[in-house]
């Protein structure tokens, strides 16, 4: 596996731009803050979210890079979805006792205008808590800004496994 693993990306390398370079970089940069548990999640960690809450919200921010992007160079809309996902989720899940979890049940995005600039930042609030279920919102807001997203989402609360 690990010799597959070598010369896949030494034929990657040897075959790469400079952009490309730059984020397979990242891609390994992202996948190391997860071995060292700077992120929770593989996700977490290739998006290089930063976190930051408390028991009413969660705010994530995520530097833009070309991996991020759709085939217009602006952020494709299931990443900001899955940052979004993110903050939400970690918030709802917080907010429960040991032994259960928040899976999402819905997810609503009104994209308001294209992602660009140095990052994205995301913060998620609570709406409702229920015992079976959660409601929460987000708004997205660009480097400049300009909020490019606003959403809510649902979450069952689950007994974990």
């Known amino acids: 596996m690990k010799e597959q693993l070598k010369e896949l990306l030494e034929n990657c390398m040897d ?3 400079t952009e490309e370079l730059e ?5 390994l940069r992202g ?9 929770s999640s593989y996700i977490g960690g290739l998006l290089h ?14 530097p833009l890079t070309p991996l991020l992007n759709n085939s217009l160079g602006i952020v494709h809309g299931g990443m900001t979805a899955t940052i ?3 903050a939400m989720g970690t918030l709802a899940n917080s ?5 259960f979890g928040a899976v ?3 997810l609503n995005i009104h994209y308001l205008s294209v992602g660009t ?3 994205l930042q995301c913060k998620a609030h609570i709406d409702h808590k229920g015992t079976k279920s959660m409601v929460l919102s987000a708004d997205v807001h660009r480097s400049d800004g300009k909020k490019i997203a606003q959403a809510t989402g649902s979450f069952f609360i689950i007994k974990k496994k």
């Not at 984020?23 to 891609?27: G, R």
Request: with cysteine.
């Open 84 to 86: 979004i996902d993110s």
């Open 31 to 39: 996948f190391h803050k997860k071995q060292n548990k700077i992120n």
């Open 49 to 62: 979210m930063e976190r930051t809450m408390d028991d009413k919200m969660c705010e994530l921010t995520v």
């Open 23 to 27: 984020v397979l970089t990242d891609i």
């Open 95 to 99: 907010l429960l006792p040991e032994g």
């Open 15 to 17: 075959h790469a731009s």
């Open 104 to 106: 999402t049940t819905q």
């Open 117 to 119: 600039g140095d990052y």
